[in-house]
């Protein structure tokens, strides 16, 4: 069975520009989690999709992040436009309907300049 | 909103010590989640219990739900251990997201 697979593992941009990053979850999952660590941080909730609606958006930090879950598959998470404080790694999880135990991406690291 | 803290926040160790590293947190969970963080910055889920004592390999993990506390042991340390390993307590039930921890940065040298 395949894993929670994010694109891309690495990320490098300027502040103003755009980035999308895509997390495929196990097939079947209907919750998908984006999670976000910050340097020196705790990870923190962004938000949480049951199939392709956003259950809980409550930790998406500005209007600058948009996520989206077409056809409750995949989800992208687009920054626009991106700044310094943006840097970390961005994490996403998957798990079955009902079911505890959340499955983790290998996270991709987004880096501003 | 539930307060997670972890013990120590920083950990150098001998190869083949024992390793014991504490989370507390603050309401009542559902679960809670042991994670590794390695330094290429992939997270693996280690544990997740509501009760008791696990165990996977060299791994131990234990929690006390009455007292808020849950500790991760690793016997016969070593340095492939070396990474971040964050608690992440889990509120209600279902899928809610979790809460983490700022996670123990352990470093095992040979």
């Known amino acids: 069975e395949a894993g929670v697979t994010q694109f891309p593992s690495h990320s490098v941009i300027e502040k103003g520009q755009t980035v999308t990053l895509r997390c495929d979850p196990i097939?079947?999952?209907?919750?998908l989690y984006w999670y976000r660590r910050v340097m020196g941080k705790e990870i923190k909730f962004l938000l949480h999709?049951?199939?392709?609606?956003?259950?809980?958006e409550s930790g998406m930090p500005n209007n600058r992040f948009l996520a989206e879950r077409t056809g409750g598959t995949y989800s992208t998470l687009k920054v626009q436009p991106a700044e310094l404080e943006d840097s970390g790694v961005y994490f996403c999880?998957?798990?079955?309907?009902?079911?505890?135990?959340?499955?983790f991406g290998d996270g991709t690291r987004l880096s501003i300049l | 909103k539930n307060e997670v803290e972890q013990s120590p926040q920083n950990l150098t160790a001998q190869e083949g010590e024992f390793i014991t590293i504490n989370c507390s947190y603050s309401v009542g969970i559902s679960a809670l989640h042991w994670l590794q963080q390695h330094p290429g910055g992939g997270i693996v889920s280690l544990f997740m219990?509501?009760?008791g004592k696990k165990k996977h390999g060299r791994l131990i993990a234990t929690i006390n739900i009455q007292e808020k506390h849950s500790s991760l042991h690793i016997t016969a340390s070593h340095p492939r251990d070396s990474a971040v390993y964050i608690c992440?307590?889990?509120?209600?039930?279902?899928?809610?997201?979790?809460?983490f921890g700022k996670g123990t940065h352990l470093i095992i040298q040979p």
């Open positions: 999880a998957s798990s079955q309907e009902g079911v505890v135990t959340q499955h």
């Open positions: 219990l509501s009760s």
């Open positions: 999709f049951v199939k392709e609606s956003k259950q809980d």
């Open positions: 992440a307590p889990q509120v209600g039930g279902g899928a809610d997201g979790l809460t």
């Open positions: 097939s079947g999952h209907d919750n």
